[in-house]
C-alpha cells in the first residue's frame, strides 16, 4: 500500500479563484482529515470526514468545504482563494473516526502545497 | 484560549547528548497528549502517545499536570533524530478528530 495520497503535489492559484485537492485514504481506512499547515506552523486541523458524513470542523471559514465519497476518498475545496490561503494541505486518514474516549492513529499524506499570487 | 506552545524552534545538540523538547499547553480538563515527528522529506508521522507509557526510539515523553507541559526526552541523541517534533495535546472534550499541533521545534543533532 502506498499509504495516503493526494494530488496535486504542487498547485499555484491567483486570488479569487477556486481550488480543489484530492485525497486517496490508506485502503481500509474510512475516516479522513485535512489540515493546514502554513510556513512555520504546526497543522492545523479543519475538517474530519467518516463514513461520508463530517464529523468535525476546525475554525475556518465557510470558502472551506469538502466531502467524502463512496469509496472514502476526499476533496478539499477553498472558494475565493486569498493570499493567506497559501499553505500544505495535509489529509489524514484512520480505521474509523476517534470519538472522546477512542482513538484511532491518524497517517499522514504528503500533502499539497498551494501557492496563491 | 487553548494553546500549545512549543518554545524552542531551533534545538541543536551533539551526538550522544541528552535532549529535551520542551511543550507547553493550557487546556482546561485533561487532554491527551502526542509527539509528532517529521523526517527530512517524510511524512508527518506519531513518534509517541503519553497514554501508552511507551518508549519509541528512545525517547519519552512525561506529562506534568501541575505544569500543563509534556516535554519529549532522550538521554543521548543520535543524528537519525534529527527531525521536526510536535507536540499535539488534544482538547478531550472535542475528542481526538481535532488536533492540536504546537508550531514545531526542528531539531539538529550534530555528529
Known amino acids: 500500500d502506498a499509504g495516503v495520497t493526494q494530488s496535486p503535489t504542487h498547485l499555484i492559484k491567483t486570488r479569487g479563484q477556486h481550488v480543489t485537492l484530492r485525497c486517496s485514504p490508506i485502503?481500509?481506512?474510512?475516516?479522513v482529515s485535512w489540515y493546514q499547515q502554513v510556513l512555520g506552523q504546526g497543522p492545523q486541523f479543519i475538517f474530519q470526514?467518516?463514513?461520508?458524513?463530517?464529523?468535525g470542523r476546525g475554525n475556518f471559514p465557510d470558502r472551506f468545504s469538502a466531502r467524502q465519497f463512496p469509496n472514502y476518498s476526499s476533496e478539499l475545496n477553498v472558494n475565493a482563494l486569498l493570499l493567506g490561503d497559501s499553505a500544505l494541505y495535509l489529509c489524514?486518514?484512520?480505521?474509523?473516526?476517534?470519538?472522546?474516549?477512542?482513538?484511532?492513529?491518524?497517517?499522514f499524506g504528503p500533502g499539497t502545497r498551494l501557492t496563491v499570487l | 484560549a487553548q494553546r500549545v506552545t512549543q518554545p524552542e524552534k531551533l534545538l541543536s545538540v551533539f551526538k550522544g547528548a541528552p535532549v529535551e523538547l520542551k511543550c507547553n499547553y493550557s487546556?482546561?480538563?485533561?487532554?491527551?497528549l502526542f509527539w509528532y515527528v517529521q523526517y527530512s522529506r517524510q511524512r508527518l508521522q506519531l513518534l509517541l502517545r503519553?497514554?501508552s507509557r511507551e518508549s519509541i526510539k528512545g525517547f519519552t515523553a512525561d506529562l506534568n499536570k501541575g505544569e500543563t507541559s509534556f516535554h519529549l526526552k532522550k538521554p543521548f541523541a543520535q543524528e537519525e533524530d534529527s527531525a521536526m517534533y510536535y507536540c499535539a495535546p488534544t482538547p478531550p472534550l472535542l475528542g481526538y478528530n481535532d488536533m492540536r499541533f504546537g508550531a514545531g521545534t526542528r531539531l539538529t543533532v550534530k555528529p
Open positions: 489524514a486518514s484512520s480505521i474509523r473516526t476517534s470519538g472522546r474516549n477512542s482513538y484511532n492513529e491518524q497517517f
Open positions: 470526514y467518516y463514513e461520508k458524513e463530517e464529523r
Open positions: 487546556y482546561s480538563g485533561s487532554p491527551e
Open positions: 485502503s481500509g481506512h474510512k475516516s
Open positions: 503519553h497514554i
